[in-house]
């Protein structure tokens, strides 16, 4: 209990009750995640989004894994298709966060105007000017209260042209590199 008596009252009572959204979001700012764009395909028009929770899951195979809200269009997007792709982003490409988190509202109709992608094996979007890239078929997924943890197993995969760059990593809500 020692942990628990320097909180304030207010973070006590949430203890007490349950985590609310506020002190959720607290915990969590103080946590840092890697930062990737994860894409798929509708048709012939590719779609993206930014993703924190992108991890590698095993060796042999060779597989990962990232979480998506349910109600984002690239959700039932990689439902569709068993398939997607992960970029991750070096740390000075800030305005592929900003285009890619929905911050930069400008690029809504089309997020990939203007942005250099290649296509792999399952035909899913990568950008080659990052600092690597995945190209999956998916293995599994396991569904929760509000989102769904997508695990693929890689197909493709290649360091990309700012290998040798800091990755992006995200911090008390602001974008950082390591060293």
Request: glycine fraction near 10%; aromatic fraction near 8%; hydrophobic fraction near 45%.
């Amino acid at each position: 209990m020692a942990a628990v008596e320097h909180l304030s009252p207010t973070r006590i009572d949430a203890v007490i009750d349950g985590i609310g959204p506020d002190l959720f979001r607290d915990v969590f700012r103080h946590w840092p995640s890697g930062v990737a764009i994860a894409t798929s395909l509708d048709g012939d028009r590719a779609h993206g989004m930014i993703v924190g929770s992108f991890t590698s899951v095993a060796l042999d195979p060779p597989q990962v894994m990232f979480s998506a809200d349910t109600q984002s269009r690239l959700h039932d997007i990689i439902v569709r298709n068993g398939c997607f792709a992960i970029s991750i982003l070096a740390a000075h490409q800030t305005e592929l966060l900003a285009r890619f988190g929905g911050i930069d509202r400008s690029h809504d109709t089309n997020r990939f105007a203007g942005i250099t992608t290649e296509t792999h094996i399952t035909g899913c979007p990568v950008l080659p000017e990052s600092v690597a890239w995945v190209d999956c078929r998916m293995a599994d997924l396991h569904r929760g209260e509000g989102f769904t943890i997508f695990i693929g197993t890689i197909v493709a995969a290649s360091l990309g042209a700012f290998s040798d760059d800091s990755p992006m990593v995200y911090y008390r809500r602001a974008a950082h590199g390591l060293g």
